[in-house]
């Protein structure tokens, strides 16, 4: 019979897009108020991969992605996805910027084998975590490098995003190494 093993903590991420950087700062004052501080953060890259967002959020967006340097348990995409969510609606009810959703946050976990986000919407490859919060095995990690399934947006498919996802994936294996340590005594 199998047995349970212990779940070791993952790498919180938290991809951020908006038209205004002004937006994104804002983001990571409130992210790391809540989550400590960011580890690493990628450059901007633009996102103009559909124009599904541009309605609510306008056109010309970027998205930065925030890599925070406390470990977290695995089990909390729910919670942060629904934390991120409530930030979202907090910077749109100050209405500091014309467009009715200023800001986008899409939580996710790395871990050495896969990057995962949460999501409110249902699809035939997510799971179910809890209070309408839905898992995505996004990228997968094999022979050194980050991987897309069909589904994968095409944001994630780029060589740029998935070469600083590596990076996070370094970062999160010395942080790794580092919270064992502080297991053993």
């Known amino acids: ?42 450059p901007d890259f633009p996102f103009c991969y559909t124009t599904y967002y541009e309605k609510e959020m306008g056109a010309s ?51 050495l084998g896969k990057f995962c986000l949460a999501t409110t919407k249902d699809k035939d490859h997510r799971i179910y975590l809890r209070d309408g919060i839905f898992a995505e095995v996004t990228l997968r990690f094999q022979d050194g490098e980050y991987h897309p399934w069909p589904w994968t947006y095409a944001d994630y498919r780029e060589p740029a995003v998935r070469d600083f996802l590596r990076v996070a994936r370094d970062y999160y294996r010395s942080r790794l190494a580092d919270w064992k340590r502080s297991q053993q005594g």
Request: net charge neutral; charged share 20%.
């Open 61 to 111: 967006l970027v998205k930065r992605f925030l890599v925070f340097a406390q470990l977290t348990p695995t089990d909390c995409l729910a919670d942060v996805k629904h934390a991120t969510n409530a930030l979202e609606v907090q910077l749109a009810e100050e209405k500091r910027f014309g467009e009715p959703r200023p800001l986008n946050l899409d939580p996710g976990i790395l871990q």
């Open 1 to 42: 019979m199998a047995s349970t093993r212990e779940i070791l903590p993952s790498l919180l991420v938290i991809p951020a897009f908006s038209r205004h950087v002004a937006a994104l700062e804002w983001a990571e004052t409130q992210l790391q108020a809540r989550y400590g501080p960011i580890g690493l953060r990628s």
